[in-house]
């Protein structure tokens, strides 16, 4: 299982870190001993930071850890890795206490008791990551058309880079349904733990590309994003945060 999900995610950062895609699945247990690399890999790349390597391990076996809580469950479910948020996302869970809210958002992560709090935080949250996406977009697109308008003068694509610096990131990127994903959003509400489990996350939706600026090289858009509300039994995207909020809020009863 590790080296499927190190094939899907690496596909991912290659063009980011230089990292190689994994060896084909094995079905044998998975052995940190005999996957040494893997290891490594799904430490330093995929699984969130703090994980320990016994919980890797349990997860990459199909089994969840007993000791695992629902909010180091969900950051999973919300995409994290090591070195970014895929999906930002909210989920409100019961705790012996009550009512828990664990937000998942690009570089921070914030418990909360209070559902205004949460939903405040969440939105403000995905308000500013939209303004920093933007603002990337556009640097990244400058990049872009620099870099085309050097190889349309006569320059390599070595030279033309060589001279620009590092490509510029896109930090605050939100990924699209991933069918290949080993942890699913919904499947954390069908976790035991999460039989009273409500979240709301940030999807990206497919968009035409744009036709090719140089060689096979796109500019990027702004994504269009749709925010899926899921329970233990429905689930339901919405076209504006305002509205996925909402009805989160219906769910867990929020006034």
Same mark, same amino acid.
């Given at each position: 299982?590790?080296?499927?999900?190190?094939?899907?995610?690496?596909?991912?950062?290659?063009?980011?870190? +230089?990292?190689?895609?994994?060896?084909? /699945?094995?079905?044998? $247990?998975?052995?940190?001993?005999?996957?040494?690399?893997?290891?490594?890999?799904?430490?330093?790349? =995929?699984?969130?930071?703090?994980?320990?390597?016994?919980?890797?391990?349990?997860? /990459?076996? +199909?089994?969840?850890?007993? !000791?695992?809580?629902?909010?180091?469950?969900?950051?999973?479910?919300?995409?994290?890795?090591?070195?970014? =948020?895929?999906?930002?996302?909210?989920?409100?869970?019961?705790?012996?206490?009550?009512?828990?809210?664990?937000?998942?958002?690009?570089?921070?992560?914030?418990?909360?008791?209070?559902?205004?709090?949460?939903?405040?935080?969440?939105? /403000?949250?995905?308000?500013?990551?939209?303004?920093?996406?933007?603002?990337?977009?556009?640097?990244?697109? #400058?990049?872009? !058309?620099?870099?085309?308008?050097?190889?349309?003068?006569?320059? #390599?694509?070595?030279?033309?880079? #060589?001279?620009?610096?590092?490509?510029?990131?896109?930090?605050?990127?939100?990924?699209?349904?991933?069918?290949?994903?080993?942890?699913?959003?919904?499947?954390?509400?069908?976790?035991?733990?999460?039989?009273?489990?409500?979240?709301?996350?940030?999807?990206?939706?497919?968009?035409?590309?744009?036709?090719?600026?140089?060689?096979?090289?796109?500019?990027?858009?702004? $994504?269009?994003?749709?925010?899926?509300?899921?329970?233990?039994?429905?689930?339901?995207?919405?076209?504006?945060?305002?509205?996925?909020?909402?009805?989160? +809020?219906?769910?867990?009863?929020?006034?």
């Amino acid at each position: 299982m590790a080296r499927a999900v190190l094939a899907v995610f690496l596909l991912a950062v290659t063009i980011c870190t +230089g990292v190689l895609a994994a060896e084909p /699945e094995s079905t044998r $247990p998975f052995s940190p001993k005999e996957n040494q690399a893997d290891m490594s890999r799904l430490r330093d790349f =995929v699984y969130p930071p703090g994980y320990p390597d016994d919980f890797i391990v349990a997860l /990459e076996n +199909g089994k969840v850890p007993s !000791e695992m809580t629902v909010a180091e469950f969900s950051r999973l479910h919300c995409g994290e890795t090591s070195r970014i =948020v895929l999906n930002p996302c909210m989920v409100r869970y019961i705790t012996p206490m009550g009512p828990a809210y664990y937000v998942v958002t690009t570089g921070e992560r914030r418990s909360f008791t209070d559902a205004v709090d949460a939903t405040k935080y969440f939105n /403000e949250r995905m308000g500013s990551a939209f303004m920093e996406l933007d603002v990337e977009v556009s640097a990244l697109n #400058s990049f872009i !058309e620099d870099f085309c308008t050097d190889i349309e003068k006569g320059l #390599s694509a070595r030279e033309a880079l #060589s001279t620009r610096g590092d490509r510029p990131r896109l930090n605050h990127a939100i990924a699209a349904v991933n069918p290949e994903s080993k942890f699913p959003f919904s499947n954390l509400f069908q976790w035991e733990k999460c039989n009273d489990c409500v979240g709301i996350i940030a999807v990206r939706q497919e968009t035409p590309a744009q036709e090719p600026r140089c060689g096979n090289v796109r500019k990027q858009t702004v $994504p269009r994003v749709a925010y899926f509300v899921v329970d233990r039994l429905t689930s339901r995207g919405f076209g504006t945060i305002d509205e996925g909020l909402k009805t989160f +809020g219906d769910k867990v009863g929020l006034k």
